[in-house]
T-cell receptor, first 109, second 118 residues
Framework: QKEVEQNSGPLSVPEGAIASLNCTYSDRGSQSFFWYRQYSGKSPELIMFIYSNGDKEDGRFTAQLNKASQYVSLLIRDSQPSDSATYLCAVATGNQFYFGTGTSLTVIP | GEEVAQTPKHLVRGEGQKAKLYCAPIKGHSYVFWYQQVLKNEFKFLISFQNENVFDETGMPKERFSAKCLPNSPCSLEIQATKLEDSAVYFC????????????????FGQGTRLTVV
């Protein structure tokens, strides 16, 4: 079982819709959770991090964490074509960051 | 520096040749991580360092891969006798702290080195 699992997609949503990206992790002791965005040919950049159960909002982005279910999600409201990218879920466990395989998101104008 | 600097940006090697990649972490960051991304697939963890000490090397294919982080020098990842399947983008990331121990601190990524083995 992989440490971090994501639905690889591709996920397509129309412009203005809500995009929902999901991630599950295997180590119940994991404490820190991150969402990175990676444009094609570029390096990942951090867009959100969350440590506590519940929701964390930053502009159009909301991260949701449920430690009991070992589940973390990212919601993107009012999706824009510029949001089209691969979204990587990362979990900090012990000594390192584990990454999921990423979900490819396409926002259709 | 203020960003993770990886060199070279692109590297082409014939099968069987050696490849050496470099990474200068952000100044003040104690942890360095190396990842391999084949095409657009998963980030595979290779190795991490705490300063010049290997912190976790569970992802390293030990037969041909080696890495070092020496004081006052960029970290390096070396692949002896490259194979076609080593073609990938190799990302280096640095972090002030490691993982969950300090409530987590994000890892900052370099731009990657694209290795093509022909």
């Amino acid at each position: 079982q992989k440490e971090v699992e994501q639905n690889s997609g591709p996920l397509s949503v129309p412009e203005g819709a809500i995009a929902s990206l999901n991630c599950t992790y295997s180590d119940r002791g994991s404490q820190s959770f991150f969402w990175y965005r990676q444009y094609s040919g570029k390096s990942p950049e951090l867009i959100m991090f969350i440590y506590s159960n519940g929701d964390k909002e930053d502009g159009r982005f909301t991260a949701q964490l449920n430690k009991a279910s070992q589940y973390v999600s990212l919601l993107i409201r009012d999706s824009q074509p510029s949001d089209s990218a691969t979204y990587l879920c990362a979990v900090a466990t012990g000594n390192q960051f584990y990454f999921g395989t990423g979900t490819s998101l396409t926002v259709i104008p | 520096g203020e960003e993770v600097a990886q060199t070279p940006k692109h590297l082409v090697r014939g099968e069987g040749q050696k490849a050496k990649l470099y990474c200068a972490p952000i100044k003040g960051h104690s942890y360095v991580f190396w990842y391999q991304q084949v095409l657009k697939n998963e980030f595979k963890f290779l190795i991490s360092f705490q300063n010049e000490n290997v912190f976790d090397e569970t992802g390293m294919p030990k037969e041909r891969f080696s890495a070092k982080c020496l004081p006052n020098s960029p970290c390096s990842l070396e692949i002896q006798a490259t194979k076609l399947e080593d073609s990938a983008v190799y990302f280096c990331a640095s972090s002030q702290y490691s993982g969950a121990n300090f409530g987590g601190t994000e890892a900052f990524f370099g731009q990657g080195t694209r290795l093509t083995v022909v």
